[in-house]
């Protein structure tokens, strides 16, 4: 069994959500104690629950110690299964963070899957749904990756009431993935939202993040105004997500939350000034999805060589935990704050070598 602690790196909760996923896959029992252990309140929290109750029961796994505050559990997952699944974080927890921890099962999964899940899709700390859809889905698209996502209704924090629904169709073995440069940037586009607000803030959000993006002399943003004030939201809240694709591939976000007493104006320059700073990285990633990437990279059939704009805390933690229970080494990474580039040689794990019966050990040798 896999002894990992849970206080190394950034001590959250992604630590948690990588380990359990790559657990997951490879079919690998693991203890993690510490969870959280440098954060004001230590545990599990709502989101961190829903999401380990998730893969337990895609994975039809057993645990010990899965309870809302456990500093630690343990992980013993059986066999993946497709079909149709519902979860519902129960609060405003973000939905985001709950398919983290389930989406690098889905290239592996025997069949289609249809999951929903309820929460918050644009809350703090965590990216907005717009940030799945239009960066984190493509840029796993390069690899082999096939998910489609629909949100039904946005839930923002204190109230929640989000409801998001994706659908997926086994793809593994994931193709590695080999790009240093970015290319020019061809087309920007993103997602202004308000809801139970008045139209304006979204258009302003929207006007704010063109007049930073249009300064740099890049190409005009196409910014879809989403707007809704019906009893179908919970609310209010707002939000802006910007997105730039390059002629090489490369998919870029940029984004900000709407906050009570913040003027959309302010939302929406931080959004544009976000994405303005990884595009001038040049990188062909840039800082949240060099983290999101990694359990894909050290699955993938062959080494995969991407360079990132920043090396976060996250990314570093993702990286060792990775290495912990896939037993691939990232063998170039970079410094914390400063850009950097991720080359590995990946497993190669193929859906055909995810067989075994229920709570034993699926990863078959000779891998």
Not at 17 to 42: D, M, Q
Not at 111 to 121: A, H
Not at 152 to 170: A, D, K, L
Not at 248 to 270: P, T
Request: hydrophobic share 40%; charged share 20%.
């Amino acid at each position: 069994m896999l002894e990992i602690d849970g206080s190394f790196g950034e001590g959250g909760g992604q630590i948690l959500r990588s380990c359990l996923a790559l657990s997951g896959v490879l079919g690998k029992e693991v203890r993690i104690f510490n969870i959280r252990a440098g954060r004001s309140e230590p545990g599990l929290k709502a989101q961190h629950l829903t999401g380990a109750k998730a893969l337990e029961t895609i994975c039809n796994a057993s645990s010990q110690g899965l309870d809302i505050g456990s500093t630690e559990f343990v992980f013993r997952p059986g066999r993946i299964e497709g079909g149709s699944f519902s979860f519902d974080v129960g609060t405003a927890g973000s939905i985001t963070l709950v398919l983290q921890a389930l989406m690098p099962l889905l290239p592996f999964a025997p069949g289609k899957m249809s999951i929903e899940v309820r929460g918050g899709t644009d809350v703090n700390w965590s990216p907005p749904i717009d940030y799945l859809r239009l960066i984190t889905i493509p840029v796993l698209g390069n690899m082999g990756f096939t998910m489609s996502l629909k949100v039904t209704n946005r839930g923002h924090y204190p109230r929640g009431g989000g409801i998001v629904r994706v659908s997926s169709t086994p793809s593994g073995p994931l193709k590695p993935i080999e790009r240093v440069e970015r290319g020019s940037i061809s087309l920007i586009v993103g997602v202004s939202h308000a809801v139970k607000l008045p139209r304006h803030v979204a258009e302003r959000q929207a006007w704010a993040a063109v007049q930073v993006i249009k300064d740099r002399g890049l190409p005009n943003p196409e910014i879809e105004i989403e707007n809704s004030e019906d009893g179908a939201h919970l609310g209010p809240g707002t939000g802006i997500v910007l997105c730039a694709r390059a002629e090489a591939g490369a998919i870029l976000g940029g984004d900000c939350l709407g906050e009570r007493g913040r003027r959309a104006e302010e939302v929406g320059q931080v959004a544009g000034q976000r994405l303005v700073e990884e595009i001038e990285s040049r990188s062909f990633l840039d800082r949240h999805m060099g983290d999101m990437i990694v359990p894909y990279l050290a699955l993938a059939d062959g080494v995969s060589d991407v360079s990132v704009s920043q090396i976060t805390q996250h990314t570093l933690t993702n990286v060792k935990v990775a290495e912990w229970v896939t037993g691939v080494p990232f063998d170039q990474v970079g410094e914390l704050g400063k850009p950097g580039r991720l080359r590995v040689r990946g497993l190669g794990l193929k859906p055909s070598q995810v067989v075994a019966s229920p709570k034993e050990s699926r990863l078959t040798p000779n891998l």
